[in-house]
């Protein structure tokens, strides 16, 4: 029985193993060529599968993409809330902000291909695939809107700031970055500091 319970856990860790190199791969893909683009075989070059194999672990290519688009947002979501937890207790708001713009474009544009493949192709994808990512879209922005809420109550920006316009404004210029941002133009530390300049100045 112990070797049989053995053999079924690594059964299920190969498995599992290679359910994620599909979605890594996948998610390099769909980053790269887009929702029309994306071509299952690519997918199984990159992931060193055999396209059918792919049909084991998602029933279709739009359940793949709809998965690589969730876990987008949702790995987003979750590295702006690790970082922000563990700041100090008595971090001011307006710090807070300011690394949480960071921590957005260092996510983006240097950790994840994940979150590059749901921003590039969230007006691209049809509406049953954008279901559970709007949703949790919905709570990345809610983070931001608490951020901005604070720093408002703290005095720290512009008097009369609407602060639904400028949380839109912002997380779309950070969101833009990937489609026009080149590292061999400039590094990611200049853009970094660059986008905490004119976001801060604008709004505070």
């Not at 992931?47 to 672990?57: C, G, N, R």
Request: net charge negative; aromatic share 8%; proline share 2%.
């Amino acid at each position: 029985m112990v070797l049989k319970q053995a053999a079924s856990t690594d059964a299920d860790s190969k498995s599992a193993r290679t359910r994620l190199r599909i979605l890594d791969a996948a998610a390099e893909v769909l980053s790269e060529r887009g929702y029309a683009g994306m071509r299952l075989s690519d997918v199984a070059e990159k992931a060193d599968v055999q396209a059918p194999a792919i049909y084991y672990y998602f029933a279709s290519r739009e359940l793949l993409i709809e998965e690589v688009m969730f876990s987008g947002i949702h790995q987003m979501r979750e590295h702006l809330n690790t970082a922000l937890d563990g700041l100090p207790d008595g971090t001011e708001p307006l710090e807070r902000l300011t690394i949480a713009i960071e921590e957005h474009l260092r996510h983006e544009l240097e950790l994840s291909n994940y979150a590059t493949a749901a921003i590039r192709n969230a007006g691209q994808v049809p509406a049953a695939i954008r279901e559970r990512y709007v949703a949790e879209q919905r709570g990345y922005g809610e983070i931001w809107a608490r951020l901005l809420k604070s720093a408002h109550e703290a005095g720290d920006l512009r008097e009369g700031a609407d602060l639904y316009m400028a949380q839109m404004l912002i997380i779309g210029a950070l969101n833009w970055t990937g489609e026009w941002w080149d590292p061999e133009r400039g590094n990611i530390d200049t853009l970094v500091a660059s986008a905490k300049t004119f976001i801060l100045d604008g709004i505070t």
